[in-house]
C-alpha cells in the first residue's frame, strides 16, 4: 500500500498515458474514423487534444520520475499535483468513450421487422432473388414463410437457432404480383420488376434516425410514396446515413420500424453511409443491411452488384471521401464494368460524392471533391457509367461530367445543408433546403431522372440518353 501511495503521481501518469494511447489506437483502426478525422474538423480537434493530454502525461511522468532521483522534494510537490489533475480526465474519459462508441453494453441484435432485401443473385427469369430478412432480439429458431403468387405457395421453415432470419425467394418471374407472410401474420404483397419494359427505381440518401435535427414526417411521407402501388416503384435504394450513430442500437431500431413501411412492399438494398459504420456502427450496419448470404461474394459486403435484365446497379462503398476505396474494391469495380454489356444500362450508387455544389464547412471542402473524382470517376469515364447517384452532402443536384449524370439525393430527413456558395462547373440543376429523393425510370434507351419532394411534386425532370 505504502508503495502505491509512494509512487501514485508515476503510476497515475502511465495510467493515463496508457488508456489514451489504447483508445486512440482502437478507435483510429475502427472502419471510418480515419475519414472522421480528415473530413471533420472538430473531432481531429477532439483527438488532437486527447494525444496532447496523453504525451504531456507521459512526459510528466517521465520528468516525475527524474527529478525523484535528484530528490528535489518541491519540484516534486508540485509536478505530483499536476499529473494528479492531468490524469483525472485521462482515466475516465477513455473508457467512457469506448463504452459508449464501442456498444459495449449494446445488445447483438434488437428487434427489426420484416423487409424484402433485393440479393446479388439473379434467378433464371433475370431478376434478383429477393430475400425476407427481419432479427430478433433473442436467438430463435422454427419461423416459417409462406410465399407465392397466383399458381401456388410455397413454405419455408427455419431450422437452426438465429437473431437473423433470411428466406430466400428464388427464381422469380418478372412483372409477377407475389405475396408473403411470416408464420401466421399479415399477408404482405410485392410485384417484380418488368425486364422488357419500364424499370422504376427510388433512390434516397440521408435520414439521420436519431439526429434531433432529422424530419422524420417528411421521411414517413416520402416512404408512404415509394411504397404507394400506385406510383409503380419497383425497387428502393437507401444510399447511407441511415442513422445519426450507428454504434446506438436504437437508432436502428427506429430505422427499420419507420422504413418497414417502404420496406415491407417494395424490394430495398442499402449502402455504408459514414454515420452507419461510425467507430463499432459496422458490425451493426453489416448486420442489419447486409446480412451474409445476400450476395454471392459473401466477403465483399460493402460492395455488391444487381442485374435486373439490362440494367445493372453496382453499389459501392464510399462514405468520407475516398478512404474506403480501396485496392480491392477498385478491381471489383473495373471487373464489373469490363462485364457490362456496352449497350446495357450501367448505375453506380455510393454515400459518397464526386461532383457536386456546395459549401466550405468545418476545415473540409463540401462540394467537387478531388479525391474521389481522381481516384474513382476515370473508371465510370472509361466504361462509360450511365448515371451516378450519391448522398452525404444533403441537398439536391444533377450534374454531369465526361458524359456521365451524377445526381445528389442527400435530403431524405438529414438536416438540409446552407445554400451552395460554391456552384459546380458541371452543375445541371441544382437546391437546397428541400425534403426528397430521387425517382428513376428506364425505358428502352432513355432514362427520366425526377427529384420529388415529400409532396411527391416534381423539384425538377430530365430525360436522358445513354452514354455512348
Ligand atoms: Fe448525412
Ligand atoms: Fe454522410
Redesign the pocket.
Known sequence: MNYIKRHAPEILALLGAFFITSFLIWALSQHATIGLLRVNGFYKLVFLAFGVLGLILLAAGLCYLWIKTKKNIRGNCWLSALIIILSIPAIIVPPLAFSFVGGIFSAAFVDTPPQLMMTGITGKYGIPDIAVYFTTGEAVSGYTLTWGDDSGNTTLTENKKTNQHMFILNDLKPDTRYHYRIDNGQIAYFSTPSTSGQLHIAVA??VHYGSENAKNDMTAKMLSEIADPANGFDMFFFI??LVEYGFIDNQWEEAFNSFNMATSVIPTRYAA???DTLFSGLNNYLNYCVPEGLDEDAEARLWYRIDIGSTHILVMDV??SAETYTKAQAEWLEQQLQSIPEDDWTIVLS??FYYASGQYSNGWNWYDNEETIDKITPLFNAYKVDLVCS???HNLGLLEANGVKYAVC?AFGGLPEPEPVYISPFSLWETANQYAFTDIVIDGDACTLTFRDYNFNALYTLTFDQNR
Do not use: K, Q
Open positions: 440518401s440521408d447511407g446515413d453511409g459514414n454515420h462514405e468520407w454515400h459518397g448522398g452525404h452532402l442527400g
